[in-house]
């Protein structure tokens, strides 16, 4: 089992950037992969970004255009999500998830088994 924690949300100007942090406890965290989804009001989980258990491969949401970054470090059982040139639709709540390790490439919620509390990204215009 392992618990996960978001940080690094907050608000920012629309051009801006952000870094959020997904904290996990556990010995096994290396033997997970990870994903991030967000969460906007009234609309439904959406999946951003996905790596595998070492962080060799990942995979992005077509509609981010590049703009996010995943990334993890299993020496401090982190994983990051990099977030450049935001806008104001990409206001929403973040969460990160943990899955086994062959559901990397899964973009759907129930694909993961973790999730974090979320921590919330609001952007200005």
């Known amino acids: 089992q392992v618990q996960l924690v978001e940080s690094g949300g907050g608000l920012v100007q629309t051009g801006g950037s952000l870094r959020l942090s997904c904290a996990a406890s556990?010995?096994?965290?290396?033997?997970?992969?990870m994903a991030w989804f967000r969460q906007a009001p009234g609309k439904e989980r959406e999946f951003l970004a996905s790596?595998?258990?070492?962080?060799?491969?990942?995979v992005y949401a077509d509609s981010l255009k590049g703009r996010f970054t995943i990334s993890r470090d299993n020496a401090k059982n982190t994983v990051y999500l990099q977030m450049n040139t935001l806008k104001p639709e990409d206001t929403a709540v973040y969460y990160c998830?943990?899955?086994?390790?062959?559901?990397?490439?899964?973009?759907?919620?129930?694909?993961?088994?973790?999730w974090g509390q979320g921590t919330q990204v609001t952007v200005s215009s």
């Open positions: 998830a943990a899955g086994a390790s062959s559901r990397y490439y899964y973009t759907r919620p129930d694909g993961y088994d973790y």
């Open positions: 556990g010995r096994t965290f290396s033997s997970y992969a």
């Open positions: 790596l595998t258990s070492s962080g060799g491969v990942t």
